[in-house]
């Protein structure tokens, strides 16, 4: 990220990661070109992972880590603290608006869409166990959450 950010003249103020996504707030010119500063992050990214975790790449479709989509927002001028008030907020309010529902479908893959079932939910599971691990692993040596 560090040599990443000054080629489009970003700084990187605060990143944090959540089970399936990142959040960076970053302080950038307008005419910077977000969505190239978005790929390169994940294909820099995805090369640095696949290098640490080389297992991950069997369970990868068309070894694919980022699926394609980002949510840019703009925040003008706001401080980071009402910028992460706003953020707290809105993130105990989307976990209360939570609520599970499930579907239930019978589906007939053929050899090709069974294999890259296999795989997308083989990662999903690899990804969960190794960020269970180290969170069990970080409370047993710490006590903390």
Not at 52 to 67: A, H, V
Not at 70 to 85: D, F, H, R, T
Request: overall charge positive; proline content about 3%.
């Amino acid at each position: 990220m560090k040599k990443i950010c000054p080629k489009y003249n970003i700084v990187l103020k605060e990143w944090e990661h959540d089970v399936d996504h990142i959040h960076m707030l970053i302080n950038a010119m307008p005419n910077t070109e977000l969505s190239k500063f978005v790929n390169t992050y994940k294909k820099c990214s995805s090369r640095l992972i696949k290098k640490e975790f080389p297992e991950i790449r069997g369970r990868l479709w068309k070894e694919y880590f980022w699926s394609r989509s980002y949510l840019v927002v703009s925040v003008g001028g706001a401080s980071l603290e009402i910028i992460k008030k706003i953020y707290s907020k809105s993130k105990r309010r989307c976990n209360f608006m939570k609520y599970n529902l499930a579907f239930k479908y019978r589906i007939y893959p053929n050899k090709e869409q069974e294999l890259l079932i296999n795989k997308t939910f083989g990662c999903v599971r690899f990804v969960y166990n190794t960020i269970l691990y180290a969170a069990n692993k970080f409370y047993e040596e710490t006590g903390k959450k």
